[in-house]
């Protein structure tokens, strides 16, 4: 009985990985210098993804207005930056590379590591819908609230407002179809946006 409990005292002694990276952001945030009115720290990601396998691009850690909690941000933005230490901020590189599915997720807890936790579960909130594309949180079976209702609609229609979209083979309504110059017209909008090279899949005609 003696024995496991000490035992048990040195296993909870040792710092695991995630133990360190902790205190390595601690100790970064302490050496902020004190005229920051917010000290925050912040860590780009390169293979981190949540349980969807969504890319996440950076972590930032920051303290609380009282300094005695941490608000952790785990972000989404496929934004390539650069670190300036003269400022101490960041800053976008390429401005053009913006993805419209900017992705923040928040963890804050007086306990960094359950800030941390925190976040990493908001994250697992979200997905990707497999036919529009879309990031979103309200994801039912890969597939989002819009898409849901979209195919709805489809189903309840009547046959002559609807088509089947060369590309996806789905059925939609014909309001949805995108006709190319080349005069093809049997594919939906969400497929055309989505065609790479921009050229018709039935003759090749580029289109813009
Ligand atoms: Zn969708
Ligand atoms: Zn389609
Ligand atoms: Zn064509």
């Not at 780009?44 to 996440?56: C, R, S």
């Not at 496929?78 to 230490?85: G, L, P, T, V």
């Not at 963890?107 to 936790?117: E, P, T």
Request: net charge neutral; with cysteine; hydrophobic share 30%.
């Amino acid at each position: 009985m003696q024995v496991s409990e000490s035992k048990k005292k040195i296993v909870l002694k040792k710092k695991t990985e995630f133990d360190l990276i902790l205190d390595f952001i601690v100790k970064k945030l302490e050496n902020k210098p004190a005229h920051q009115q917010y000290p925050h720290v912040f860590l780009p990601l390169h293979h981190f993804t949540n349980n969807k396998g969504i890319a996440f691009d950076h972590i930032e850690v920051r303290r609380g207005y009282n300094n005695q909690t941490y608000l952790v941000i785990l972000t989404r933005d496929r934004r390539d930056f650069e670190f300036n230490d003269d400022d101490d901020n960041y800053h976008t590189r390429n401005d053009e590379d913006i993805d419209d599915n900017v992705i923040r997720c928040v963890g804050h807890h007086k306990s960094l590591q359950v800030a941390v936790d925190e976040a990493m579960q908001d994250s697992d909130n979200w997905d990707r819908c497999q036919d529009c594309n879309v990031y979103s949180e309200n994801i039912v079976n890969h597939h989002c609230v819009s898409c849901i209702l979209s195919q709805r609609q489809v189903e309840k229609a009547p046959d002559q407002d609807k088509f089947s979209c060369v590309i996806c083979s789905a059925d939609r309504l014909l309001v949805h179809r995108k006709k190319l110059a080349c005069g093809h017209q049997d594919f939906c909008q969400a497929c055309v946006e989505r065609l790479r090279p921009r050229q018709c899949p039935l003759c090749r005609k580029p289109f813009n």
